[in-house]
């Protein structure tokens, strides 16, 4: 099978068709994802083959690229559809323990197909269709349970989305107005700039992205929500807004729009991490968590952003699915309560995601964020390794909170699910690391894990723990908003001289 165009066509066309099979075929509502994955890997596994044609550019319908809808699938849309795909296969495996609902299965399905489009979608109008999809299927998704606090986290979503795409079609409108096109390649190509339209556009993707001030609907959203659900929202749906960060901000050079995402990316990891280690709920701890990591992408933008977006992919959906399976076996999220025993399985997958996390060398991420620590100036460099040590410092809480059982496996399911991702993780962690292997990085890893371990030993049991209600409510959200956008505005005025 050779990579062309047709191919790839069929590839995108075939991943829109499978989930409405579910519907008709509600008697095979468990198989049909299995087969959309097996079909979305088989065909990724051969373009992965032949990565050298990369980027493929691709015009639907035979139309030409002014008028057609073009497809891009660049080596970035590969790695970010392969580690998609492994996380949706290990949903469904753990899915199976539990008896779902068909519509849990087609959103899921349906929600793949969305997040296929997205990764290779090329002009700013199908980035909405697909972002906005995106954000529907998650509303439903968060409250697929139908409890009010669930449904309550997904109104909260859809209201500061919804106030997020307003501003983006605002700002495609502003472009189109200008250019005379919406398509990525065309505008890149017309050298095309204007800082306050593409930070118009920025704005619904940091809300898509999870970054701190921008995502405000995060926490109660991810922790409220059940843990297949989480993991989705915090290791994939994440990665919708970050990768088209990184497209547009590739595309639409803007000195302006650079500056602000670093600065933006300096601020959630720091925040991130700070009040992840304020947190006494498991879940709000890698909620935020993940504002934390994601600021180390943006801050990493051009240099290994979208490698350890991935990787965070793989190794964050790891760590909520494993605290899922916690919370199937004893109820409960409190961080301080007394060591519990649990499946050997669920603690050596929890110890693989949380060496992931802290960046050692062997598992997913460390190269990728060791990377993005050297390629920045001193003094951020250091803000960055402070924020790594309080994040791991913040994940400890959780590890020390298991211990392993002489039992293998409880839940046949959930183990197979997470031993899947764990596995992943390891084998692409070992193949990063030898070809990337510094003694510097690993002397940097292991005195953040081991400075992490000590202000465990002598703060864990004195830190006082706490939820900023007033900071995350939809009233304060809304007005945070109002400040950024002033502040754009002002960006896109004075320049920037401005900072």
Request: a positive charge; proline letters at 3%.
């Amino acid at each position: 099978m050779t990579l062309n165009p047709n191919l790839v066509q069929l590839y995108i066309i075939g991943s829109i068709c499978i989930p409405f099979l579910i519907p008709f075929f509600k008697r095979f509502k468990k198989i049909i994802p299995f087969i959309q994955v097996i079909y979305s890997l088989s065909f990724l596994l051969v373009f992965f083959t032949q990565k050298e044609l990369f980027p493929l550019h691709i015009t639907f319908g035979g139309w030409g690229i002014e008028r057609g809808i073009e497809i891009v699938f660049s080596v970035e849309s590969l790695l970010f559809l392969l580690t998609t795909n492994v996380v949706f296969l290990a949903v469904f495996i753990i899915s199976l323990s539990k008896n779902r609902g068909w519509n849990y299965y087609f959103l899921l399905t349906l929600l793949l197909t969305d997040i296929s489009c997205l990764f290779v979608a090329n002009d700013l109008f199908n980035i909405y269709v697909t972002l906005e999809l995106l954000s529907l299927l998650s509303y439903l998704l968060i409250s697929i349970e139908l409890k009010k606090r669930q449904i309550w986290s997904s109104l909260k979503y859809m209201i500061l989305g919804a106030v997020g795409f307003n501003l983006y079609l605002i700002g495609i409108s502003v472009v189109y107005g200008e250019a005379g096109t919406l398509n990525l390649s065309l505008l890149a190509s017309a050298n095309y700039q204007n800082d306050f339209a593409v930070m118009m556009i920025m704005i619904p993707l940091l809300i898509k992205s999870e970054i701190f001030f921008f995502s405000m609907w995060v926490p109660s959203a991810q922790t409220e929500a059940e843990s297949s659900i989480s993991a989705i929202l915090s290791a994939v749906v994440v990665n919708a807004g970050l990768f088209h960060v990184l497209r547009i901000t590739a595309a639409l050079e803007s000195q302006s729009t650079e500056i602000f995402l670093l600065l933006t990316g300096l601020t959630s990891a720091f925040l991130g991490a700070f009040l992840s280690a304020r947190q006494r709920d498991i879940k709000m701890i890698l909620a935020f968590s993940t504002m934390s990591h994601v600021g180390f992408v943006l801050i990493g933008l051009a240099n290994f952003g979208a490698a350890y977006a991935c990787s965070h992919t793989l190794y964050k959906s790891l760590l909520f699915l494993s605290v899922g399976y916690y919370y199937d076996i004893y109820h409960l999220k409190d961080c301080q309560r007394k060591r519990a025993k649990v499946p050997l399985s669920l603690f050596i997958a929890f110890l693989i995601g949380f060496l992931s996390f802290s960046g050692m060398p062997f598992f997913i991420g460390s190269t990728f964020k060791y990377e993005i620590i050297a390629g920045v100036n001193p003094l951020i460099s250091f803000v960055l390794i402070v924020t790594s040590v309080i994040s791991v410092f913040s994940l400890c809480r959780i590890l020390f909170l298991i211990k392993p059982d002489k039992s293998w496996f409880l839940s046949p399911y959930q183990d197979l699910g997470i031993t899947v991702l764990a596995s992943v993780s390891i084998i692409l962690g070992i193949i990063n690391t030898r070809k990337h292997f510094s003694v510097f990085s690993l002397v940097e890893a292991v005195l953040i894990l081991t400075i992490a371990l000590i202000f465990y030993g002598f703060f864990s049991k004195k830190s006082s723990f706490y939820y900023p209600y007033k900071l995350f409510k939809l009233s304060s959200s809304l007005a945070i908003y109002s400040v950024i956008i002033g502040i754009i505005i002002s960006i896109s005025v004075f320049g920037v001289s401005f900072f």
